[in-house]
């Protein structure tokens, strides 16, 4: 490893500085009292892989995954088509019974040309008879 100008300047952590620190670090975590102490500590300020798995499985639980969010999408999609085929059904059916309707109608209307043309025949024909 090359050491640059401006890291040469500064003062570098020796061997001997990191021994004098770990052996600082066995005095304090080796006595009992001190162990006590850092274990009651623990219990209060750090979670647990217990508490870690709680909060996975909530976080999870709470969460919307895209899994998730493709799936209420398939379900919205299918709802409002279904929905849809619903009101095309409708739509279709007053549409059929419009133009049953529309075809009676015209039916009538022929049928009613017809009774009102043999019926002025007749009024025609009784005219005639009456003048004779």
Known sequence: M???SKQSNKKLTTKDDLTKLENKLEK??????????MEGRMDKKFATK?????????????????????ESERIIT????????????????????YQGFDIGFTMNQGAHDRFEEELLKQKKELELLKRD
Do not use: C, P, W, Y
């Open 28 to 37: 304090k975590l080796s006595s009992k009292k001190n162990l006590k102490e």
């Open 2 to 4: 090359t050491i640059t």
């Open 78 to 97: 299918e709802k409002f088509d279904e929905k849809f085929d619903k009101i095309l059904t409708a739509v279709d059916g007053v549409t059929n019974q």
């Open 50 to 70: 217990k508490d870690l798995d709680k909060f996975a499985v909530r976080a999870f639980n709470t969460f919307a995954t895209k899994e998730d969010i493709k």
